[in-house]
C-alpha cells in the first residue's frame, strides 16, 4: 500500500508524542518528534547564551546546527542529536521547557525547522506531532489530528512526568508553564498553534493510552484505504 502523511498538532502535555510514536509503530511508520528539535535548538542557543531577541544572532547560531534523529536500540526508539550529540534526556529539562515556546515563535527558527521536517517526509510513511504540522509543514497530509484535553488533566499528566525527574517541582509551577506555552503557542505571528480546518479532534480527557491509539488506528487505516483508490 501506498504510504501516507499522518500529522497530529495539539497542546502541551495532551499526549501527542505518545500517541504519534504509538502509532508509527503500528504502522511501520516513521516518527519524528518535531518537537524535540525545537527543544534542541532551545538547548543550544542556552548553552551558548543566544540572545534569541538578535536576529543576526540567531541566523549565525542556526548556521551551526545540525540535528539528526538516531535509533536507540536499548529504548527502540529514535533519540534527538544537536550536533552528534545525544541530547534527548537535557532537552526534556524544565529550563528548556520554559523557554521552548518563545524560540519556536521566531521566525527564523521555525523556517529553518520547518525545512528540514519537509525533507524528511518528502517519501510519506511518517507521523509527525508539533503545533502547526497540519496547517503549515504539511498541509496536503492525508490525516490530521488534533489532540486536546482539559488543561487540569493537561497539569496532572505533565506533573507526574516532570516530577519523577524532579521532585521538587509544584503543581503550581507546572499550570503557570503550560499556560505560557499556550499563550505563547496560540499567539504567535508565524505560523501559530491552532486546528486545521480538515483535521479531526480527538479529545483523550477520559481516554487511557490504548483507547486513543484505537481511535487514531481506526482514522489512520480509513485514510490509507482511501488513497489507495484516490
Known amino acids: 500500500m501506498e504510504p501516507i502523511i499522518i500529522t497530529i498538532d495539539g497542546y502541551s502535555s495532551c499526549g501527542k508524542s505518545t500517541l504519534a510514536r504509538q502509532l508509527a509503530n503500528e504502522l511501520n511508520y516513521v516518527f519524528i518528534d ?41 529504548t527502540g526508539q529514535s533519540d534527538m542529536f544537536l ?30 525547522a520547518v525545512a528540514q521536517q519537509q525533507k524528511m517526509g518528502s517519501r510519506k510513511g511518517i507521523v509527525m506531532d508539533g503545533r502547526d504540522i497540519g496547517t503549515t509543514v504539511f498541509p496536503d497530509a492525508e490525516l490530521k489530528i488534533f489532540v486536546t484535553a482539559d488543561p487540569q488533566v493537561r497539569v496532572e499528566r505533565r ?9 521538587g517541582i509544584t503543581l503550581e509551577e507546572v499550570k503557570t508553564n503550560l499556560e505560557m506555552r499556550d499563550y505563547i503557542d496560540s499567539n504567535r505571528e508565524f505560523s501559530p498553534l491552532r486546528r486545521a480546518g480538515d483535521a479531526v479532534i480527538l479529545d483523550n480527557s477520559n481516554m487511557t493510552r490504548e483507547e486513543q491509539l484505537k481511535v487514531a488506528l481506526k482514522w489512520s487505516r480509513e485514510k490509507i484505504a482511501a488513497s489507495q483508490t484516490a
Open 83 to 112: 550536533n552528534d550529540e545525544d541530547v534527548e534526556m537535557l532537552i526534556r529539562d524544565m529550563l528548556v521547557s520554559e523557554h521552548v515556546s518563545e524560540v519556536s515563535a521566531i521566525r527564523e527558527v521555525r523556517e529553518f
Open 159 to 167: 506533573f507526574k512526568e516532570l516530577y519523577a525527574k524532579n521532585p
Open 34 to 74: 518535531s518537537g524535540a528539535m525545537y527543544r534542541a535548538i532551545t538547548l543550544y542557543f542556552l548553552r551558548h547564551h543566544i540572545d534569541w531577541n538578535d536576529p543576526v544572532a540567531v541566523k549565525d547560531a542556526l548556521s551551526e546546527i545540525t540535528l539528526e534523529f538516531q535509533y536507540n536500540g536499548q
